[in-house]
């Protein structure tokens, strides 16, 4: 079975600043599916960035990319000029490619700083 | 386009009482998926349907009931509630073989069992 590790709790950044999150993962298949999803709290499950095991170049979303390292299985999420907005939890999760079903991180609460 | 559409947003339960939770999606996605989010805990999956009249349990099955007579609804169904089903509850839904979209999710229904 998959694993997905966050094994931060909670992180703090001034605005403007730039911020990594970490995410580790432990699995046996060769082909798979990365995401970072955002829950501020309004509650809704918004997707960040995602990443495919089989690309070798890194997923880049405006502000956000990731650094996704497939022989150490990390996938870091790195935020750039943070806004206030950014504030939320963040939630890392692997998807199989021959099995639908997403497993998520604990999450990680980001706070943003004026 | 609505999405996924989860009813009620809020609900407190007495112990023991019953009461379903709604799902539905109108993307025409045959995945759909139960979530649970406790604090700390990141998201547990709690049962999953491939298609109509398909379910499968997942992480955290018990004290829960589904069922998939169409393809638009999921509907989740506790029996005897008890305090340890407190919880944020989140429906999602997928397409086969779009991996790289992760799911789209409903907004989420808070039950407080008491």
């Known amino acids: 079975a998959q694993t997905v590790t966050q094994s931060q709790p909670e992180m703090s950044v001034q605005e403007a600043e730039t911020v990594t999150l970490s995410c580790t993962y432990d699995?046996?298949?060769?082909?798979?599916?990365l995401f970072w999803y955002k829950q501020p709290p309004s509650r809704q499950m918004i997707l960040v960035i995602r990443?495919?095991?089989?690309?070798?170049q890194n997923a880049t979303e405006n502000r956000f990319s990731v650094n996704f390292q497939k022989a150490a299985k990390s996938f870091s999420l790195k935020i750039s000029d943070s806004q206030l907005g950014d504030t939320a939890m963040y939630f890392c999760?692997?998807?199989?490619?021959?099995?639908?079903?997403?497993?998520f991180g604990k999450g990680i609460t980001l706070s943003v700083r004026p | 386009n609505a999405g996924v559409t989860q009813t009620p947003k809020f609900r407190i339960l007495k112990i023991g009482q019953s009461m379903t939770l709604q799902c539905a999606q109108d993307?025409?996605?045959?995945?759909m998926y139960w979530y649970r989010q406790d604090p700390g805990m990141g998201l547990k999956l709690i049962y999953y349907?491939?298609?109509?009249?398909?379910?499968d349990k997942g992480e955290v099955p018990n004290g829960y009931n589904v069922s998939r007579s169409t393809t638009e609804d999921f509907p989740l169904r506790l029996e005897l509630a008890a305090p340890s089903q407190t919880s944020v509850y989140f429906c999602?839904?997928?397409?086969?073989?779009?991996?790289?979209?992760?799911?789209?999710f409903g907004s989420g229904t808070r039950l407080t069992v008491v």
């Open positions: 999602a839904s997928s397409y086969p073989g779009q991996g790289t979209y992760g799911y789209t």
């Open positions: 699995t046996s298949e060769n082909n798979y599916y």
């Open positions: 990443q495919e095991a089989y690309k070798q």
């Open positions: 999760a692997f998807r199989g490619g021959a099995n639908s079903k997403l497993t």
């Open positions: 993307m025409n996605h045959n995945y």
């Open positions: 349907s491939v298609g109509a009249g398909i379910t």
